[in-house]
């Protein structure tokens, strides 16, 4: 049975490296995709590769559609200008534009809110958060295509968790902008405009931004066997232009270097070899772990472990999307550590996993179990280093290198399923991936 050994536990509880990762990651002002923060953050993370022992160390270039923030308002007729960063904020990927109309809200943006909302010609705006008695968690993008679907010429993400914190997040639709023009405003700001829409108020969403094709990339390395078959360890360096993407996704990057640190003393015990990789432009629309997807021989990845939202807690979180290995996998991690490990499995399509799930290839998406009611800080400016606790990050690393180490060996071989079948499992949780 691969078991993690005391040497290696006792390692990751001593050295500090990968905190050290995280800082250098954070201290870069702005790792948004295609932006010069984020090739910054690639080049520390392929140095920390190679300070670590892993060989084969690459940054791999691709195009994006990048995206550069200028100035939003949201004017109210004689209710009010709003344009300051703590009450408003353009959601990445939108175009650029003025509209006027009628201000709705759709409250908690549900299918059945959109259906009863006439929305035909106005600006939309919906909440952040999914209702508790919903049965799955909806994405801020689904709420933006089902505002344009629905005849909006505007979306308005208003968040529910205060602090005047505008929410931000990508919503490109394919290569191009989105539709229509997009912001996310704070809570506070959202409860101000929700009293307005009572009164069918009109106002102006004003977006001033720039698209333009541009370059992100991917950066990886490997240890163990060169075998045909590959365990692939992932998370994203890039993050949003607003904060200093600690938890979303520093903390990930970070730990996936502290796993190949780890590794780099268990190289003899794989069965494969293990190749590191962290991706660009998750943000704008899971642009790296696609651009992989489509030029690799999916033939060739055993599984994928994903880091994401990862390090708000010691808690180990992961989402196995039906695949009963994997989640044996996990399980028998959390009975040999006496250590428990939250098992979610249903399918989670929005990081870098998906592109490699999508396509029947066994995956983990591996989280921090927390308390917080969505997001929690991310996508926000308080996605911040001191939010974080490096004493969490040296158990999730210790759970992370026990399941990968036995997905790495015989022990656990999950079988990869045709495409269909995950769409099936989708389909039963109501979501549309096709």
């Not at 917080?372 to 001191?386: E, F, M, V």
Request: hydrophobic share 35%; glycine share 10%; charged share 25%.
């Amino acid at each position: 049975m691969a078991r993690l050994d005391t040497r290696v536990i006792g390692d990751a509880h001593r050295n500090g490296i990968a905190w050290e990762t995280l800082v250098s990651l954070v201290d870069i002002e702005n790792r948004m995709a295609a932006h010069d923060g984020e090739h910054e953050g690639a080049q520390a993370i392929a140095d920390t590769f190679e300070e670590v022992g892993l060989r084969e160390v690459t940054i791999e270039e691709f195009e994006v559609p990048g995206w550069w923030r200028s100035s939003s308002t949201l004017d109210l007729a004689g209710r009010g200008s709003y344009r300051h960063q703590h009450q408003v904020l353009a959601l990445p990927g939108t175009p650029a534009g003025e509209e006027t109309a009628e201000l709705v809200d759709v409250g908690h943006g549900t299918p059945a809110e959109f259906d009863e909302a006439d929305i035909e010609g106005k600006l939309a705006m919906a909440s952040s958060k999914t209702p508790e008695d919903h049965d799955r968690w909806i994405h801020r993008k689904e709420k933006y295509e089902a505002a344009i679907e629905g005849g909006a010429v505007g979306f308005v993400f208003r968040n529910h968790v205060e602090g005047c914190l505008p929410p931000t997040g990508g919503i490109h639709q394919g290569d191009d902008p989105g539709a229509i023009p997009a912001v996310g405003v704070s809570r506070e700001l959202g409860h101000r405009l929700v009293r307005h829409c009572e009164d069918a108020v009109e106002a102006t969403l004003s977006v001033d931004c720039h698209n333009e094709t541009a370059t992100s990339q991917n950066v990886s390395g490997v240890i163990g066997p060169d075998t045909d078959e590959r365990i692939l360890v992932t998370a994203h360096h890039d993050a949003h232009d607003i904060a200093e993407g600690a938890e979303d996704n520093g903390a990930g990057s970070a730990l996936v270097c502290e796993v190949a640190r780890l590794f780099s003393q268990l190289a003899d015990e794989l069965a494969v070899g293990v190749e590191f990789t962290t991706f660009g432009a998750e943000e704008t629309g899971l642009r790296g772990s696609g651009h992989m997807a489509e030029t690799r021989d999916l033939d060739e990845i055993r599984a994928v472990v994903n880091l994401d939202a990862i390090g708000g807690s010691r808690s180990l979180g992961v989402g196995t999307h039906g695949f009963d290995e994997l989640t044996a996998t996990f399980e028998a991690v959390a009975d040999a550590l006496d250590t428990p490990v939250e098992v979610d499995e249903d399918i989670k399509p929005h990081s870098d996993h998906w592109p490699f799930v999508q396509e029947g290839v066994p995956g983990i998406m591996a989280y921090s179990v927390s308390e917080s009611d969505g997001r929690g800080w991310g996508h926000t400016h308080a996605d911040t280093l001191d939010k974080l606790d490096k004493r969490d990050f040296r158990d999730l690393a210790v759970v992370l290198s026990a399941g990968v180490l036995k997905l790495a060996t015989e022990e656990f071989v999950p079988e990869r399923v045709d495409p269909d079948t995950i769409e099936d499992r989708a389909t039963e949780q109501g979501l549309d991936i096709s």
